[in-house]
C-alpha cells in the first residue's frame, strides 16, 4: 500500500503545481521511487520485467517527476546522473510497451527505424530519442567513457542495469563500481593465453576510450585479470565479443 500512497502524493503535487516540481527546479529529482523498482526488479545483473509490468504507475510516476526537471539547471555531476537515470528508466518504459511479446529490444524498431531514434523521451516541453540522450548530450557534454558501463539497453552482453540510481553526490564512485563490476566479470572480460577478450562497446566506441580497451581495462582489472595483464600488457591482441542482443529478461531463466 506505500506504494500506491507515495504515488498518490506525487500526483497530488504535480496536480497542485508545487514548485518541487517546477520546469525551473535547480535540485535533483528525487528517484525514490526509481530506487524501490530497482531494489525489487533487478536480480542478478538481469530484469524482472514481469514483476516491474505489475507497478508500471510507479515507473510512470518517476518518469514524470523527470519530465518536469530542467536538467541543465543541475550542477554537471547531478545532470550527468539526470540523464543516465533517464535514459536507463525510459528504456524499461519501452520493453514494458510490449512485454512479454519481446526477445529483442531490436523487435521494438522497424527497417526504417530503430529502437533508439523513437521519439519517445518527455523532458519538459521537449521530446527526445534515446539516442538523443547518448549520443548528443552525454557524450559529447560529458567526455567520460563510464558512461557506457552506465546505461543499459536491455540486452545481455549490456552492462547491466545498476540496481540503485545513479546520484550526483556520489556519481564518481557509482561509475567507478560500474566499470569494476563489468570489467571483472569472466565472462565479459577474459585473458586467453596473450589474448583479451573484450566487449564490443570498445570498438563501437573507439573514439570515446583514449588509449585503447587494454589500458581502460587495466585501469580497473582487479585480482588475477590485473596481474596476468600487467604481466603480458606488451604482447596484448585484443579480440571483440559477439554481442547478444537477447532481452535482459530474469523471468527467462529462473522463474520456474
Known amino acids: ?85 533517464a535514459y536507463n528508466a525510459w528504456t524499461l518504459k519501452l520493453i514494458l510497451t510490449a512485454y512479454p511479446n519481446i526477445s529483442s529490444i531490436k523487435d521494438l524498431g522497424s527497417f526504417l527505424r530503430s529502437p533508439w531514434k523513437m521519439q519517445f523521451v518527455k523532458v519538459g516541453e521537449r521530446t527526445l530519442t534515446l539516442d538523443t540522450i547518448e549520443h548528443d548530450i552525454i557524450r559529447p557534454k560529458f567526455a567520460d567513457p563510464r558512461i557506457h558501463f552506465a546505461i543499459n539497453c536491455a540486452a545481455l552482453s549490456c552492462p547491466p542495469l545498476w540496481p540503485e540510481p545513479f546520484d550526483g553526490d556520489r556519481l564518481n564512485e557509482q561509475l567507478d563500481a560500474a566499470v569494476v563490476t563489468f570489467i571483472n566479470d569472466p565472462e565479459k572480460t577474459y585473458l586467453q593465453n596473450n589474448r583479451l577478450f573484450v566487449t564490443r562497446i570498445f570498438k563501437w566506441f573507439a573514439k570515446d576510450f583514449d588509449g585503447g580497451p587494454k589500458n581502460f581495462v587495466l585501469r580497473y582489472a582487479k585480482g588475477e585479470l590485473a596481474a596476468n595483464l600487467n604481466a603480458n600488457q606488451n604482447n596484448i591482441h585484443i579480440i571483440y565479443q559477439g554481442y547478444d542482443w537477447s532481452l535482459n529478461d530474469w523471468n527467462r531463466f529462473f522463474s520456474n
Not at 500512497?5 to 497542485?16: M, Y
Not at 528525487?30 to 531494489?39: H, M, N, R, V
Request: aromatic residues 12%.
Open 1 to 85: 500500500m506505500k506504494w500506491f500512497a507515495a504515488i498518490a502524493l506525487f500526483c497530488a503535487l504535480l496536480t497542485a503545481g508545487s514548485p518541487a516540481f517546477s520546469l525551473d527546479a535547480a535540485a535533483p529529482p528525487d528517484s525514490s521511487l526509481y530506487a524501490g523498482l530497482l531494489e525489487r526488479f533487478v536480480r542478478q545483473g538481469l530484469v524482472d520485467y514481469q514483476g516491474l509490468s505489475q507497478d508500471e504507475a510507479i515507473l510512470d510516476a518517476y518518469l514524470e517527476v523527470l519530465s518536469r526537471i530542467e536538467p541543465e539547471s543541475l550542477t554537471p555531476n547531478h545532470e550527468l546522473a539526470y540523464w543516465i537515470n
